[in-house]
């Protein structure tokens, strides 16, 4: 269902039995006045296609896979930061994803 505002107010309305409801102006919206939500049909829906992050972008090292023993990584680095009772730090994380059966593993640096 969609949210619904006050007319008046602005404010978030609350549904009830008898249909929606202003808590702070306390206007009633009786259900025969609600508009009911279109209903929701197959072609309206576009195709959503996940990609992942091209392997070209990293480059290859020589790092032993934990899980597979492979020789051979991708590499890319990340970073942290946060605060720590006041003092501000910021690590640099390395991370690696294995060539042969795509497992990720950290470290930081």
Not at 83 to 93: C, Y
Request: aromatic share 10%.
């Amino acid at each position: 269902m969609k949210m619904k505002f006050c007319d008046e107010c602005g404010t978030f309305l609350r549904e009830r039995k008898d249909g929606l409801w202003c808590p702070k102006c306390r206007k009633t919206i009786s259900s025969k006045e609600v508009l009911a939500p279109r209903s929701f049909k197959k072609e309206d829906s576009a195709t959503i296609q996940v990609i992942d992050r091209s392997q070209i972008d990293y480059v290859k090292v020589s790092q032993t896979c934990p899980k597979c023993d492979n020789e051979i990584a991708y590499r890319w680095f990340s970073s942290v930061s946060g605060e720590h009772a006041g003092v501000r730090r910021e690590r640099t994380v390395e991370h690696f994803r294995c060539t042969k059966c795509s497992h990720s593993w950290s470290k930081i640096a």
